[in-house]
């Protein structure tokens, strides 16, 4: 089964770079004017990466143990976290033209936000990365966040250089920067706050990665870079 899995797997991901490169060329070169970044590629491939990928890897993160790359008490806030960002993209993929400047913000903080986590997991998943690769069928999903964070900048160059939106003073200006930080800040804090009703702690996104088992970041990890 590996055979025709393995060339397969690895096809889809050379298939998603170059798709990426693509039409980052192509829009750049039409200054954002048309919609290839709404190309029927992007959507298939973003939708397996951002969203497929991530809702099986939450399904069955702890089916493998004893490792497993979250906390069971505290996973609820990544889920939490990828949902918003996941949201985020979609949004910005198909209205960031129709939306206000503020808006865009709004989403351009939740693409950051998923880059963020996305380039957090990948480095909390280096020692299986290769596992993702040679057994698809079992953990496809640890070679997400690496991809989907592609995907996710690319959403966000796309949303920064859209034409109606770079002409707003606040977003082409070099204030815009601290603004968007700030936004960003914010948006990790509320999501904490709305969780602490549950009984999670203020900062339960650190406990999903150190009290995991047998990942990176986990407490008493066995990998050492």
């Not at 959507?43 to 809702?55: K, N, Q, S």
């Not at 986590?117 to 070679?143: A, K, Q, R, S, W």
């Not at 999501?191 to 047998?214: D, R």
């Amino acid at each position: 089964m590996f055979i025709l899995v393995g060339p397969i797997y690895l096809s889809i991901l050379v298939l998603t770079i170059i798709t990426i490169i693509k039409n980052w060329k192509k829009s750049t070169q039409s200054e954002f004017r048309n919609d290839n970044e709404l190309s029927e590629w992007i959507i298939i491939l973003g939708g397996l990466f951002t969203t497929l990928a991530p809702l099986i890897g939450f399904i069955r993160y702890d089916a493998y143990g004893p490792d497993i790359p979250f906390s069971k008490n505290h996973v609820q806030v990544i889920e939490l976290l990828v949902i918003v960002s996941a949201i985020c993209y979609w949004v910005s993929k198909f209205y960031k033209k129709q939306l206000s400047p503020i808006v865009n913000i709004l989403l351009r903080a939740g693409l950051i936000q998923g880059i963020i986590l996305d380039f957090i997991v990948t480095i909390h998943f280096t020692n299986y990365l290769g596992c993702g690769l040679l057994v698809p069928f079992m953990g496809f999903e640890l070679l997400a966040p690496p991809m989907a964070m592609l995907f996710l900048l690319y959403e966000l160059h796309c949303n920064f250089r859209t034409p109606k939106l770079t002409a707003e003073p606040i977003l082409s200006s070099q204030n815009y920067i601290p603004i968007q930080v700030g936004f960003v800040i914010a948006l990790v804090i509320v999501e904490q706050l709305m969780l602490l009703p549950m009984g999670f702690h203020w900062n339960s996104i650190e406990l999903a990665f150190t009290q995991s088992k047998g990942f990176v970041f986990s407490m008493h990890s066995r990998f050492n870079f």
